[in-house]
């Protein structure tokens, strides 16, 4: 079992920034790949930004140069620094972890979730 805990959510006004964290913990023998996503009320869930076990990041096209992914292997955390925050970032997050765990299985886990409201 893997286990993924979100922190970092919250209310903040048009341009400001929050830092979102992600640790995952359980029976881990590598990861491969950590990631963002988001959904609005009433939208499909969206693809923010992910990073690889070797640093390669990629984003969605509206976060670009506002957004940025970053990863902690030794303490299998991953972040998300979120600046120039707009109303329409007002979403829940959640981040997502691929690998393998310690008896061979790969696993494929979600967190809970963190709200984030960007509102004046």
């Known amino acids: 079992q893997v286990q993924l805990v979100e922190s970092g959510g919250g209310l903040v006004q048009p341009g400001g920034s929050l830092r979102l964290s992600c640790a995952a913990s359980g029976s881990i023998f590598s990861i491969d790949y950590m990631g963002w996503y988001r959904q609005a009320p009433g939208k499909q869930r969206e693809f923010v930004a992910d990073i690889t076990s070797g640093g390669s990041t990629s984003y969605a096209d509206s976060v670009k140069g506002r957004f940025t992914i970053s990863r902690d292997n030794a303490k299998n955390t991953v972040y998300l620094q979120m600046n120039s925050l707009k109303p329409e970032d007002t979403a829940v997050y959640y981040c997502?972890?691929?690998?393998?765990?310690?008896?061979?299985?790969?696993?494929?886990?979600w967190g809970q979730g963190t709200q984030v409201t960007v509102s004046s």
């Open positions: 997502r972890t691929r690998g393998r765990q310690r008896l061979g299985a790969r696993f494929d886990a």
